[in-house]
């Protein structure tokens, strides 16, 4: 299995960015994908999650009301939509997926994650 993340770059504070994560398989509707990031010096942390078959998501708080996560089942492809960005949100971004959540995992654990990418830069300037 093979996620590749597209859509980083460089952006003013304020901007947006559209991250995308296209997975080489069919994503099977028991599966969960998320977005993680890791800043210089830190550790990951996490993002955004969606649960495939009913679309349900979970944000961290830091970028509540800012970032919105969806899917596109037909493309195999996650999207991060990333608004009001701030220079705190520079990091790598990383997508990662696991084929079957289980009740009993968490979606905002990386340790829940089976497959990663190889992540995107996201660089914003103030």
């Known amino acids: 299995v093979e996620l590749v993340e597209s859509g980083g770059g460089l952006v003013q504070a304020g901007g947006s960015l559209r991250l995308a994560c296209t997975v080489s398989?069919?994503?099977?509707?028991?599966?969960?994908m998320g977005w993680f990031r890791q800043a210089p010096g830190k550790e990951r942390e996490f993002v955004a999650a969606?649960?495939?078959?009913?679309?349900?998501?979970d944000y961290d708080d830091s970028v509540k009301g800012r970032f919105s996560i969806s899917r596109d089942d037909a493309k195999n492809t996650m999207y991060l939509q990333m608004n009001s960005l701030k220079p705190e949100d520079t990091a790598v971004y990383y997508c990662a997926i696991v084929p079957f959540l289980l009740s009993t995992q968490s979606m905002s654990a990386p340790s829940t994650y089976r497959y990663w990418g190889q992540g995107t830069q996201v660089t914003v300037s103030s």
């Open positions: 398989v069919r994503t099977f509707k028991g599966s969960a």
């Open positions: 969606i649960r495939w078959n009913d679309g349900k998501t």
